[in-house]
């Protein structure tokens, strides 16, 4: 027994030590269209597969010009088969388009060229060579006001200073600058149309000269007895000092057969690809396959763009030009469980009828509670949850087949948690769960369940019996009903040493009922205001028409947004889009009018993160497990498989001293 409790000491301590340098980074993934079928031959069939931007929301897509400039496409070729690839039957293609700036309000604003690049938006050094690109840093109409002395930060490190206003209030001297070093200067005059423009044309930028690298369009001077003012309307900006080039034997991931051809850019896969099943495979530069867990006769996946970086995205639904029905496969905001191919909303437009006006009733908004299975699956009593997607968002109902109340679901996960009695586990949006004590034969654990640090339910779980490893917590008086089941917790292993009483935890799954909410037939939810409870189903109209005006956002509801098209009154092309946030976004300040601050930081998307986002900063004591991992954790989450979450917070020396009880308690036992 004392080997045993020294072996099982040494495999956590050992377990906290590596992953103590793990660490996970918030992401958000944008999904195109599902495939289904019994094989790769079958859903590729003789005339292959293509999905563009107007099919895959990650693709660079402008909805006002309808440009595209990407394709992904499975073709049929000999080697496809099974769950396999062929050499060759996976293509990305993309080729120059030309595209409006957004600002269009001076001479030498009209078009410019782009490239998308593996769902990134590049511009072409040369108009017409796909071979040397840059990213678009930013393209913007927005109007910034700022005083000499102050800078407008650009985004990468760019800026611009206002260094002068001349006296008679008719010229600005501007500086451009690159990590806070001096790139180029200009005098730009606000009375004469051919110099309120500044392009700065930089040289050997991948061996390219007169490279267009920054244009600005100074829209008015002020020179006035307590500041001097400039007030610039038009930017657009590439980075430059991170400018690629592409050669033909350059390798992209899985995408490594290289193909310039002027103006466009064709990458195969040199070498077969297999989809395996239960995994996501990356293609190239971040876009993968995901491919859901099925049996040997089915194949179903989906190809998917993983964003890391910080900032807020729009998710859209495919692009339409009159009625249309979205659901999970074609609109990527929408709730969707590809194991179980799972997916409850839709969204209708009927009624068009050639103009842009919904008629009463003509947006239909319906979402149906479905069954989908836990995350964890290995004790008895985790198969099968009621779901259901209410505006782009998880919910879970409170009563398995009423769609009328709903909790968000946080967390449903399958990751390993090592946490030391003492130590508390933060799940999210306030709630926590602490190992308070384990028994002195190490079978039993003694935990509690808290809500933003205020006690909500305890239980002794024993990990001898399997019936008793598992805990559900239910609470009565949520939103008038009883016997709900909030949170859900397995426990893995137990263990009572000598340095440290250790729980670990596998399974986990939580509703946020603190929040809960009831849905009353009389309830508006924007645009859509007539609402139909039926059971298991919801169903919400627009009681009123719905005009979708030209070159606008319009919400439809919840954080639903259509965009429409900057089109002629004879045609129409809009989608339907949500955002979402990857980590923790400051708020920019677009200013209209008056001085700015000290810096005003302008860019491609100047929103601030919504409120209902859950992404929040990590608590120092704690450690944040989630269906989006959180980074530096301090209580103990072992991942065991790949994705998983961050470190314990046993900490290397920590596991040190378990090892050196290991060798204690061996000594002692020969």
């Known amino acids: 027994m004392k080997r045993f409790a020294a072996v099982t000491l040494a495999v956590l301590m050992l377990l906290t030590v590596f992953a103590s340098a793990a660490s996970a980074q918030d992401a958000i993934e944008i999904r195109g269209p599902v495939f289904n079928g019994s094989n790769i031959q079958e859903i590729v069939g003789t005339d292959g597969i293509t999905i ?98 102050e800078t407008l930060d650009l985004g990468e490190g760019y800026a611009i200073e206002a260094k ?48 267009v690298v920054l244009k600005v369009h100074v829209n008015q001077v002020f020179q006035g007895a307590v500041d001097s003012i400039a007030q610039i309307e038009g930017l657009w900006l590439i980075d430059y000092a991170n400018a690629m080039t592409i050669e033909s034997d350059d390798e992209f991931g899985e995408l ?59 998710v859209r639904g495919q692009v339409a030009t009159g009625d249309f029905t979205w659901d ?48 964890f699956t290995d004790a008895a009593g985790w198969d099968n949850y009621s779901v259901i997607g209410f505006f782009a968002e998880k919910y879970i109902p409170l009563k398995p087949n009423s769609a009328d109340k709903l909790a968000k679901l946080i967390l449903d996960s399958d990751d390993r948690y090592t946490i030391r009695t003492g130590e508390t586990l933060d799940l999210g949006e306030g709630y926590a769960l602490e190992a308070k004590q384990v028994d002195v034969e190490g079978e039993k654990v003694w935990l509690e369940f808290t809500k933003d640090g205020e006690f ?64 009353e037939s009389d309830d508006e939810f924007g645009e859509l205001n007539d609402v139909s409870i039926q059971g298991d189903t919801l169903v919400i109209r627009n009681d009123d028409s719905f005009t979708l005006t ?33 980590g923790e976004v400051s708020e920019i300040d677009d200013e209209e009018e008056g001085p700015s601050e000290n810096v005003t930081a302008p860019g491609e998307e100047n929103v601030t993160a919504p409120e209902d986002e859950n992404v929040t900063a990590p608590d120092e004591n704690v450690t944040e497990p989630g269906e989006t991992p959180v ?32 060798v204690y308690l061996v000594r002692r036992n020969n």
Not at 329 to 354: Q, R
Not at 556 to 568: H, L, N, Q, R, S
């Open 256 to 314: 490594n057969d290289v193909s310039i051809q002027g103006d466009r850019l064709v990458i195969r896969n040199d070498d077969t690809i297999t989809l395996t099943r239960d995994s996501t495979k990356e293609i190239a530069e971040g876009m993968f396959f995901k491919v859901a867990d099925t049996p040997s006769n089915v194949l179903r996946f989906y190809v998917m763009k993983e964003i890391t970086d910080p900032g807020t995205y729009e």
């Open 550 to 582: 030209r070159d606008s956002e319009k919400e439809i509801a919840e954080g639903m947004f259509f965009k429409v098209a900057d089109t002629p009154a004879n045609e129409l092309r809009y989608y339907p889009f949500v955002e979402r946030t990857v």
């Open 164 to 211: 002068q206003v001349d006296v008679d209030g008719e010229k600005v001297w501007l500086e451009f600058t690159k990590d806070g070093e001096f790139v180029d200067d200009e005098i730009i005059s606000v009375t004469d149309p051919d110099r309120s423009t500044w392009e700065v044309e930089l040289d050997d930028i991948e061996d390219e000269d007169d490279v």
């Open 52 to 149: 563009d931007a107007t099919q895959f929301a990650a693709f660079f897509y402008d909805i006002n010009d309808n440009v595209t400039t990407e394709t992904l496409s499975i073709i049929n070729v000999p080697g496809n088969n099974g769950n396999v690839i062929g050499e060759g039957g996976l293509v990305y293609e993309t080729q120059i388009q030309q595209v409006e700036y957004e600002f269009t309000d001076a001479a030498g604003w009209d078009n410019y060229s782009v490239i998308g690049f593996f769902a990134e938006k590049y511009i072409p050094l040369k108009p017409n060579s796909a071979d040397k690109l840059a990213k678009l840093v930013l393209d913007s109409d927005d109007r910034y006001t700022i005083r000499t002395g």
């Open 456 to 519: 909500v339910d305890d239980e002794i779980i024993s990990v001898v019996n399997s019936s008793q490893s598992n805990w559900e917590v239910e609470l009565d008086d949520i939103q008038d009903e009883d016997d709900v089941v909030v949170f859900r917790v397995h426990v893995n292993q137990v263990f009572q040493g000598a340095v440290d009483s250790i729980a670990q935890i596998e399974g986990l799954w939580l509703i946020d009922y603190a929040n809960a909410m009831t849905i």
């Open 328 to 375: 999970a496969t074609n609109f990527a905001g929408f709730f969707y469980d590809i194991d179980d191919d799972v997916t409850t909303e839709t969204l209708s437009v009927t009624g068009l009828n050639g103009g842009n006006v919904i008629p009463d009733g003509g947006l239909v908004y319906q979402t149906t509670i479905q069954q989908v299975e836990y995350e």
């Open 631 to 662: 980074e530096e954790p301090t209580v103990g989450d072992t991942p065991e498989e790949e994705g998983g979450e961050g470190a314990p917070g046993f900490g290397v020396v920590l596991g040190l001293a378990g090892l050196l009880a290991v």
